[in-house]
């Protein structure tokens, strides 16, 4: 089994910052990506950041300049969304994703929610 367990959510004004993180545990060995995803009411979920297990990193447009995703240092099954200059418009239901290098499909944690705010 896979758990992925999740963070740092919470209310915040436009400009604040939130830090999320996410743990993973279980059976886990050979993790390809891990990433955050996040879904709006109404909206389709998007990806938000992802790194790859050699630490390529990948941002949504919208949010370039104002995430960092990061592993921690300690421990790599854990990741962090460091969330800068934040808008109404982030606000949304965040998840954490993996997926595995020779596993099908993904896993999600729970979810935490990030409200902005104006």
């Known amino acids: 089994q896979v758990q992925l367990v999740e963070s740092g959510g919470g209310l915040v004004q436009t400009g604040g910052s939130l830090r999320l993180s996410c743990a993973a545990s279980?059976?886990?060995?050979?993790?390809?990506?891990m990433g955050w995803y996040r879904q709006a009411p109404g909206n389709q979920r998007e990806l938000v950041a992802r790194i790859t297990s050699g630490d390529n990193i990948d941002y949504v447009e919208s949010v370039k300049g104002r995430f960092t995703i990061s592993r921690d240092n300690a421990n790599r099954n854990t990741v962090y969304l460091q969330m800068n200059s934040l808008k109404p418009e982030d606000t949304a239901v965040y998840y954490c994703?993996?997926?595995?290098?020779?596993?099908?499909?993904?896993?999600w944690g729970q979810g935490t929610q990030v409200t902005v705010s104006s």
């Open positions: 279980g059976n886990i060995f050979n993790i390809n990506v």
């Open positions: 994703n993996l997926k595995f290098r020779f596993r099908a499909g993904d896993y």
